[in-house]
């Protein structure tokens, strides 16, 4: 139906992105591009497939190797009341699924069918993130942010600029900073929110990510629920799962090679009145230290940084986890509790388990799957885009 996609420029694709298209997918990679026709960077256009049949609206990256994101499977005419109508949708479904806590996931970009627009809400400070051209829009920007003042109130809003993105992007280089909510010279951009009951000091201008791995929150109290005596997390950041777990333990040790993450750690700790010992080293030289001199816990975690950051570093990255899983079991009491993370999404759900599964073979050991997790509900999956699905998180318990 040309007549729908007149008044968008049109991108003409192969029969290969064609197929994906119709199989789910958003994406279309630049591999699949027949036709531009010059369209401008960041721009909304319409697909078309080689027949010239229209297959949707999209928007465009002059840059990125997924250069059409669809955004519509109609003719878009009005794309900014369609991105007001996403946001609002995407704060719907939080309000649904998101409990004890105020700090969580708005908008989780091709998830919320918003590509290229990450929001996180920590209390009264929300943080966004840009990846795309076309979200990079002045005009997009001013929607947004308007959109998401009106319905969440902020008291400031921030944007986190990932320079490595935007080099990516062709875009040009911009800092992080407050884009909205500067009082009287004063900008407020830290705030502290709670999180099944425990409270977190953030700094939005701090921090990887946005300031804190929100797909964790759920894992944190499900983990709280079985961890007991002595435990030890592993990759712990700024304590999100050591806090938890200081609940039900005796003794809790975090370990991170970052001083300033334990330094929030710390300041975490004693806002909720807890004792947890913060050590900085490298996790898999402390775990060998450690299991070498005979040290044993009740409960740990593992929570390393994404080892596989693309197809090609799999086999190494495998090796990693591998290692690690091997020495938290080995320290690990009869009955222990092992919290298992892994957030690369290289890593299927089935390969990480049969990371754990061998490596629990290989010390003779014999586990027990509690729960097999996954990220929290705010940051949705969709059936068809795998890429939207990375978190793992098994909790076991050893048997033998
Ligand atoms: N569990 C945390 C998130 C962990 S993110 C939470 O729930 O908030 C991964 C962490 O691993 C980061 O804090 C990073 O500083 C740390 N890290 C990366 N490489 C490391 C290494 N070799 N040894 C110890 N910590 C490491």
New binding site residues.
């Given amino acids: 139906m040309p007549s729908q996609s007149a008044s968008l420029p049109v991108v003409k694709i192969s029969r290969r992105g064609a197929k994906r298209l119709q199989e789910g997918h958003v994406w279309v990679y630049r591999s699949d591009i027949i036709s531009t026709n010059g369209v401008a960077q960041g721009t909304a256009v319409g697909v078309i497939d080689e027949r010239g049949k229209f297959l949707g609206t999209a928007l465009y990256s002059s840059a990125s190797q997924i250069a059409v994101r669809m955004i519509s499977s109609r003719a878009v005419k009005d794309l900014y009341g369609l991105l007001r109508e996403r946001i609002r949708a995407a704060i719907n479904y939080r309000e649904k699924v998101v409990r004890d806590t105020d700090a969580y996931r708005v908008v989780f970009s091709e998830a919320d069918f918003l590509p290229g627009l990450i929001v996180d809400r920590y209390r009264d400070l929300v943080s966004l993130q840009i990846l795309t051209q076309a979200v990079d829009a002045e005009p997009v920007r001013q929607v947004i942010v308007s959109e998401l003042s009106q319905h969440l109130k902020p008291a400031a809003i921030v944007e986190r600029v990932d320079p490595r993105v935007r080099e990516l992007e062709k875009l040009p280089a911009r800092t992080s900073g407050l884009i909205q909510g500067e009082v009287e010279g004063n900008q407020k951009t830290s705030t502290v929110f709670t999180m099944n009951g425990i409270r977190f000091a953030f700094e939005a201008m701090e921090g990887?990510k946005t300031g804190?791995?929100l797909d964790?929150r759920e894992n944190?109290a499900a983990a709280a629920r079985y961890a007991h005596g002595e435990a030890l997390?592993?990759?712990?950041?700024?304590?999100?799962?050591a806090l938890h777990l200081a609940q039900a333990c005796s003794a809790v040790t975090g370990?991170?090679?970052?001083r300033p993450?334990l330094e929030v750690a710390d300041r975490n700790a004693a806002i909720n009145g807890r004792k947890i010992e913060w050590v900085e080293?490298?996790?898999?030289?402390?775990l060998r230290d450690y299991a070498d001199a005979g040290r044993r816990y009740d409960t740990i975690?593992l929570?390393?940084?994404a080892f596989a950051k693309s197809k090609s570093s799999l086999e190494t990255a495998l090796r990693g986890y591998k290692e690690l899983n091997l020495r938290a079991l080995k320290m690990l009491r009869p009955g222990g509790i092992l919290v298992t993370?892994c957030?690369s999404y290289h890593v299927s759900p089935l390969q990480y388990l049969d990371v754990v599964r061998v490596s629990a073979q290989d010390v003779h050991r014999n586990l027990r799957i509690v729960e097999n997790r996954g990220q929290a509900k705010d940051h949705p999956i969709l059936i068809n885009v795998p890429e939207t699905e990375y978190l793992k998180c098994l909790i076991a318990c050893l048997t033998s």
Avoid: E, R, T
Wanted: with cysteine; hydrophobic share 40%.
């Fill in positions: 990887q804190a791995f964790q944190y997390d592993v990759f712990c950041y700024q304590g999100g799962f370990v991170d090679s970052s993450a080293a490298n996790a898999f030289d402390l975690v929570d390393p940084p993370c957030c």
